[in-house]
């Protein structure tokens, strides 16, 4: 049986939720914050240790500015009244991607991952003006300036994900099969599942299912 230890979830279909049940793809997103809450519940059952959110890309700066600032409104709000919990629960928050947002939300990033840093029973990777491909860049980048050698081990150390180990699973829901610049680099030999569910639909039974699923893989690793 195989062990999970990290999953990582492209949370789409929110916005298209929102509009098919309330004609709002706000009211989506809102929605979309109960699943991630169930998800969050699950991985801590099964003794999942990390757990990354792809919340925010760096394409998604090209939606409507109203859109855009209901989506930090609202992570403003849940940091403000789940934080704390997270602490008490023994989680940990990091954040994948370059804090560009307004100073009340970078503060309660920056705060939120100080508090939470010492944590260890699960620890949440929200990925927020995260582009996979800007991130291979950037690690490069770092390599060269360091006069260091470009090899696989080094670009992973300068990743965003340093030292955290790579995705077991990779979740896709929203009926979209495609990986929208997402772990790029860390999802070599990652085990993929698309559900056709719109995020806010994605349950405690899906995530079980695809947990099971996962732990039956013959996983070769290009081995026989």
């Not at 998800?39 to 855009?68: D, G, H, Q």
């Not at 023994?90 to 503060?107: A, D, H, P, V």
């Not at 719109?198 to 099971?212: A, R, S, V, Y």
């Amino acid at each position: 049986m195989n062990s999970i230890n990290h999953v990582a979830i492209i949370m789409d279909g929110n916005g298209r939720w929102g509009l098919k049940n309330y004609n709002s793809r706000n009211k989506g997103h809102k929605a979309g914050l109960k699943t991630v809450e169930s998800i969050i519940k699950v991985s801590i059952k099964y003794k999942i240790k990390f757990l990354t959110l792809y919340a925010f890309s760096t394409e998604n700066w090209k939606r409507p500015k109203s859109e855009i600032n209901y989506l930090f409104k609202l992570l403003e709000n849940f940091l403000e009244l789940k934080i704390k919990k997270f602490h008490k629960n023994n989680i940990k928050l990091k954040i994948l991607g370059e804090k560009m947002f307004s100073k009340k939300l970078n503060n309660l990033l920056i705060n939120s991952e100080k508090l939470t840093k010492k944590n260890s029973k699960l620890q949440i990777n929200l990925a927020l003006n995260y582009g996979s491909r800007k991130e291979i860049v950037n690690a490069t980048k770092k390599l060269n300036s360091r006069k260091l050698e470009i090899n696989e081990k080094n670009i992973s150390k300068n990743l965003y994900t340093s030292n955290i180990p790579d995705p077991d699973i990779l979740i896709r829901t929203g009926k979209t099969n495609r990986l929208s610049n997402f772990l790029l680099w860390q999802i070599s030999y990652t085990e993929i599942f698309f559900s056709n569910k719109l995020w806010p639909d994605f349950n405690e039974k899906d995530f079980i299912k695809i947990i099971k699923n996962f732990q039956k893989i013959k996983r070769n690793f290009g081995e026989i």
